[in-house]
């Protein structure tokens, strides 16, 4: 038989025009940390948040449907702090029918970023 085969991550990988100034703003703005850089000046680079992870490599955006949904546990507080950091809110925190509390929000490169809480079964 077989060992099952097993995957201890999913990392999104998102082009954007400077991996430091990216990784910097989830940083400070986000209160993410960072996971590394590769290169000097850095090429590719990834910021964390407890078990999520994001990488970004220098490129050309590419925005169109592309975002991101971080599954937090305190939708609060990442709203206070991106809304304390002058973030730009596209969709204030709501309550949607699939158990969710989310809110939308917009990267530094244009991409949008989703955060969501969940309120229940």
Known sequence: MTEPLTCVGVYP????PSVKDTCDWYIDKLGFALRFFW????THGAIWLDQACVHFWQ??????????????????AMYAR???NSIQISRPPEIYPWCM?????????GYNIRFGQHIGN
């Open 13 to 16: 990988t998102l082009a954007v």
């Open 39 to 42: 290169g000097d000046p850095p």
């Open 59 to 76: 490129g050309t955006p590419q925005l169109n449907d592309n975002w991101l949904y971080f599954d937090i546990s305190d939708l609060d």
């Open 82 to 84: 991106a809304t304390a």
């Open 101 to 109: 509390r989310e809110f939308n929000a917009v990267d530094l490169n």
